[in-house]
C-alpha cells in the first residue's frame, strides 16, 4: 500500500492497569479518568478517599459543575451501593458538593 493512502491517526492510550497501579500521581496521571480508575479498582478505603480529594481539587471550577454532579450521582448511586452497603450516606439529591463527599467518606473511615 503506497504511503500517501495509509491513514495517519492521532489518539491517546488509557492504559487502565498502568493507571491504576502507578505509586504515585505524576503530572501526566493527574486527570479525571486515572482518578476514577482508582476509585473502581482502589486496594484499600483510603485509595478512594484520597482520589476524591484529587477529583475535588481539580474540579472545582464553576465550568466543571455538571461533570461534578456526574461524579457525585455516579458515586453514590453505583459506587457506593456495590462496595460498600452498610454504610449509610444522604440522598444524592441534597449534595452538591464533591468536597462534601470526599469529607463524609473519610469521616466515616
Known sequence: MSKRYRPELSYLLLDEGALVNAPEWSDELRNVAAALFRIEKHRSEQDVVDSLGHLADW?????????RRAIIVWFYRVFLPNRAPSLEFPDVSDVTDLHEVH???????
Do not use: F, I, K
Not at 59 to 67: D, I, K, R, T, V
Open 59 to 67: 474540579l472545582s471550577g464553576p465550568e466543571q459543575a455538571s461533570l
Open 103 to 109: 469529607d463524609m467518606l473519610a469521616a466515616s473511615l
